[in-house]
């Protein structure tokens, strides 16, 4: 073959083959310019011919590619050109094929190639003929395209939603992920297919007309829509469907659907908890009130009479401390239980919080039926709870308000039979009581007495008056620091009126650990003021007796304050020990060790207990008023008050009368051998000022 590199000879041979050396010419001009690449190999691959397209992949002219190989342009071990020349070469047969060309300056491109094997007359094969396409623009932007449906894909299959295509017919033309799976099905399996291939009728039935209704534009809302599963469960999915026209493909449908089966029955479960009470199982405060209006407009209309009842157990909290509140809890829900299985018509029933149940009473027409039910509700209440070894006995109290034609409110009603139930309570127990104008006004006037108490909680409305106690030489012994409420527009308030409201409030453990801090700074400042060291007695309370936390309190004050020894004294009740009697002696155990002089307040009046008295590390008996009172008068009285200081000081214990109001009770309680004296013979509760008076005086 001779080289076209002369194209002055290609006319010669085209002459004696009867060709036009003009056409030739404009031939090989017309190939020369050919944006793509043109060439001719020999059998070793050194090229013969290379148009400028060729020459200019290389970065050179044609005239110093001629006689060439590839290797000096090209990385030839990173290159497709060996495989396919070798290809075109050995089989002698045209090969169509994508070639990657990797540049000597590291760039690499990409070309559709088609290599013709060339023969000479005997018929082998003597060189090649190419012809490549730069298809690199094309190929990367194809390969961004596929990495963009895959990543769009892999994005799709992940999304925690289903996503699907469909067709007008209904056939599924895509799923990602989550449809897949909730049908248990590939995706080459669930394309073409339907819903009523895959789900009931009724089902699909009802997720056809939704379809239909989107693909007529009537539709696009969001849904809530019912599948059935692979699993034969129903699945709730909130579904937004919209027709869709891809180009060159007819409308179709795309659908977004998130399952909310979880959600809904989420949704039922706090609706449950919101109505309904969790230890029990009965409705709740708010569904009952809800459920009594609702029986109060039907009373109205029929003219009857509602009861309402509200039953509280007496003495429940002594079961949670003694038992735990384990059993407590079981309590409650037999309690519930028998309420539901006796033999009174109920019109609703609710536990209202803690031990507190309310129901309706709606067949009771009069007074005596309300009653004759009630006790028989409670009869069936007190048979005897085997929840331990021995059978544990209950009482309730109650309260009962009534419906009239004025029509109250179910708040207002549950507030009145609440009010008669407490008034059961303080008035001695195991009873019910039906709400009255007077109770209301009582009920009142608590609930003024307890606002008012929960706002001088913090403030300078409280103080301590000091009431001395004296030694049979008329020295002080020591003083009873007696709490006093200043109430805004009443006065001084004595203990009594609502230290037990502020016990049953929460409110007694702070205002005790209020007293005893005021206490010790007295103590501190009468030894500052250089009167000595004065002993200060303060009461405890039962919610103090059995914290824990009380002596560790008590000794950081009595540290801060550089309170001597027997000098911080504190007075307890014997039935202040009933609720936990192992725990508030080990606290008084603690307290005594540490420096705190302890006494029984009131005895004889409680439930006295020998083996208590003998284990309790007390250092005083208090001898109640109601011993004292008569004592003169009264040789047993007389009596009995020597006996008990005489036990008291076999015990090493010593001995305060209190209510001590006239001399011959004094010379009395003397010639008993009392060891100290206290009331009204000596001195009234005083002001810290006037004590303070009253200390210089005798000092």
């Known amino acids: 073959m001779k080289k076209p590199q002369a194209p002055q000879e290609e006319p010669a041979a085209a002459e004696a083959d009867g060709v036009d050396p003009v056409q030739l010419q404009n031939l090989w001009t017309l190939v020369d310019n050919l944006d793509i690449l043109f060439y001719v190999k020999d059998k070793k691959g050194r090229y013969l011919f290379v148009n400028k397209a060729l020459a200019a992949v290389f970065g050179t002219d044609p005239a110093r590619v001629i006689g060439k190989t590839d290797a000096r342009f090209v990385d030839v071990a990173a290159s497709g050109i060996a495989a396919t020349d070798y290809q075109a070469l050995s089989s002698g047969e045209k090969v169509d094929a994508e070639e990657v060309v990797c540049l000597r300056d590291g760039s690499c491109r990409t070309f559709r190639t088609v290599k013709i094997p060339l023969f000479d007359p005997a018929g082998r094969v003597r060189g090649l003929c190419g012809i490549s396409t730069d298809i690199t623009d094309q190929r ?398 303060v009461n405890l309370s039962t919610s103090q007796l059995t914290s824990a936390a009380l002596p560790d309190y008590v000794f950081d004050l009595m540290r801060e304050h550089r309170i001597d020894p027997g000098c911080l004294e504190m007075e307890l009740t014997e039935s202040m020990m009933m609720s936990d009697p192992d725990l508030a002696i080990a606290i008084l155990h603690r307290l005594r060790s540490g420096g705190v002089a302890l006494s029984i307040d009131d005895f004889g009046t409680g439930f006295s207990s020998m083996s208590y008295l003998r284990q309790l590390p007390v250092n005083y008996l208090k001898l109640d008023r109601s011993f004292v009172r008569n004592v003169a008068v009264d040789e047993k009285d007389a009596d009995l008050c020597a006996g008990i200081m005489a036990l008291a000081h076999k015990l090493d214990m010593h001995v305060v009368a209190e209510g001590v109001e006239t001399l011959e009770q004094h010379e009395t309680l003397a010639a008993c051998d009392c060891d100290l004296f206290q009331g009204f013979l000596f001195s009234q509760p005083m002001s810290a000022q006037v004590a303070t008076e009253f200390l210089r005086s005798r000092h």
């Open 140 to 537: 990367r932007a194809v390969d961004e395209l596929i990495e963009r449906n895959e990543l769009l894909n892999t994005i799709l299959q992940n999304v925690d939603a289903a996503i699907y295509l469909k067709d007008q017919q209904g056939r599924y033309i895509y799923a990602n992920g989550p449809v897949l799976a909730l049908y248990a099905r590939a995706l080459p399996d669930l394309i073409g297919r339907t819903d009523r291939e895959l789900m009931p009728p009724e089902i699909a039935a009802r997720v056809a007309e939704y379809d239909a209704e989107v693909l007529a534009g009537a539709g696009d809302e969001v849904r809530e829509e019912t599948i059935i599963g692979a699993d034969g469960c129903k699945h709730h999915f909130r579904s937004r469907k919209v027709a869709l026209q891809l180009p060159g493909h007819p409308v179709c449908l795309i659908g977004f659907s998130t399952e909310i089966t979880e959600l809904r029955g989420l949704r039922k479960r706090l609706e449950h908890e919101r109505i309904t009470d969790s230890l029990t199982g009965l409705a709740n405060r708010g569904m009952f009130e809800s459920s009594l209006e609702e029986q109060l407009v039907m009373a109205a209309l029929h003219g009857t009479r509602l009861a309402v009842v509200i039953i509280d157990f007496d003495g429940f909290k002594y079961i949670n401390n003694n038992y735990g509140q384990g059993i407590g809890d079981q309590l409650i829900q037999v309690v519930g239980q028998r309420l539901q299985q006796c033999n009174v018509a109920l019109g609703s029933l609710a536990r209202l919080s803690g031990d507190e149940f309310a129901f309706t009473l709606p067949r009771a027409a009069t007074i005596e039926e309300v009653a004759r039910q009630l006790e028989q509700i409670r009869a069936f209440l007190a048979q005897p709870y085997t929840l331990l070894r021995e059978p544990l006995h209950l009482t309730f109290s109650a309260g009962i308000s009534l419906s009239n034609a004025s029509q109250y409110s179910a708040s207002e009603l549950l507030g009145r039979a609440e009010a008669a139930m407490y008034s059961a309570k303080d008035n001695g127990r195991d009873q019910y009581r039906f709400y009255s104008p007077e109770l209301g006004t009582t009920v009142a006037r608590r609930v003024e007495l307890e606002r008012d108490l929960r706002a001088a909680m913090g403030s300078s409305e409280f103080a301590l008056h000091y009431q001395p106690k004296m030694r049979r030489d008329g020295s002080i012994a020591g003083f009873e620091a007696l709490i006093r409420w200043n109430r805004p527009g009443v006065g001084l308030v004595a203990p009594d009126n609502f230290i037990p409201l502020a016990e049953q409030l929460g409110l007694l453990l702070h205002l005790g650990r209020w007293v005893i801090e005021q206490a010790c700074r007295q103590i501190a400042a009468w030894r500052d003021a250089g009167l000595g060291t004065i002993p200060v007695a």
